[in-house]
């Protein structure tokens, strides 16, 4: 079996991205991890995929004078690596219409929340703000609006009166960390495909 090739893009602690290269080192997985590229030098996940013998690239946006000049550079960057899928794993930067009509259908991103419901930041303080008794995490294929694309995979947790942003988002983490491996199954063995 060939194994569909995956890229990982973040930004941070990379927890993501750790859950979906433990899931691709098992032997029916039907998908590799051949890149992992940060914007963020100092992201941790970069550390894990080090030692994991994972490719590493760093693209700091800092040294571009543009968004359209940094996002021209990692569609090369990305290119070069030949990639089926490009995963979102906590980058955490907003991509311009050109690079995501570029990679659409091979795009796609995870995000704390259920979506339609708290697109955005801080969405573990503002659903428990906003009183809902159900929280979650969704895995979706990028298209240019943010937070809008056509969702692959979603998991609910409950809210409890006693949440903090902090213990929900744990709760939240660790089923994260089971969708996504899951939302790459499902696109590597090709039992969804994206349709405008
Ligand atoms: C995750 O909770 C992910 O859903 C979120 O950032 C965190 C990254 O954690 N992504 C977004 O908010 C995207 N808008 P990780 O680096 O430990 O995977």
Same mark, same amino acid.
């Given at each position: 079996?060939?194994?569909?090739?995956?890229?990982?893009?973040?930004?941070?602690?990379?927890?993501?991205?750790?859950?979906?290269?433990?899931?691709?080192?098992?032997?029916?997985?039907?998908?590799?991890?051949?890149?992992?590229?940060?914007?963020?030098?100092? $992201?941790?996940?970069?550390?894990?995929?080090?030692?994991? *013998?994972?490719?590493?690239? =760093? &693209?700091?946006? #800092?040294?571009?004078?543009?968004?359209?000049?940094?996002?021209?550079?990692?569609?090369?960057?990305?290119?070069?690596?030949?990639?089926?899928?490009?995963?979102?794993?906590?980058?955490?930067?907003?991509?311009?219409?050109?690079?995501?009509?570029?990679?659409?259908?091979?795009?796609?991103?995870?995000?704390?929340?259920?979506?339609?419901?708290?697109?955005?930041?801080?969405?573990?303080?503002?659903?428990?703000?906003?009183?809902?008794?159900?929280?979650? $995490?969704?895995?979706?294929?990028?298209?240019?609006?943010? *937070?809008?694309?056509?969702? =692959? &995979?979603?998991? #609910?947790?409950?809210?409890?009166?006693?949440?903090?942003?902090?213990?929900?988002?744990?709760?939240?983490?660790?089923?994260?960390?089971?969708?996504?491996?899951?939302?790459?199954?499902?696109?590597?063995?090709?039992?969804?495909?994206?349709?405008?």
């Amino acid at each position: 079996m060939l194994k569909k090739r995956v890229i990982i893009l973040i930004s941070g602690r990379g927890s993501n991205l750790q859950a979906i290269v433990n899931d691709s080192r098992n032997k029916n997985c039907p998908y590799q991890v051949v890149a992992v590229i940060s914007n963020n030098p100092l $992201a941790e996940g970069l550390e894990f995929a080090a030692n994991n *013998d994972i490719i590493t690239a =760093i &693209l700091n946006h #800092k040294q571009f004078s543009s968004r359209e000049a940094f996002d021209q550079e990692l569609a090369k960057l990305i290119d070069g690596f030949q990639p089926d899928i490009i995963a979102l794993a906590g980058f955490m930067r907003i991509l311009t219409n050109d690079f995501v009509e570029y990679f659409k259908g091979r795009l796609i991103n995870i995000h704390p929340s259920l979506l339609p419901n708290f697109a955005g930041l801080h969405t573990h303080q503002r659903a428990i703000e906003a009183g809902v008794s159900e929280h979650g $995490a969704t895995v979706h294929f990028v298209i240019t609006e943010v *937070d809008a694309g056509q969702i =692959i &995979l979603q998991a #609910k947790v409950p809210v409890l009166k006693t949440d903090t942003p902090e213990i929900l988002g744990a709760r939240v983490l660790e089923e994260e960390h089971r969708i996504y491996p899951q939302a790459l199954c499902l696109l590597a063995e090709n039992k969804i495909r994206f349709e405008n």
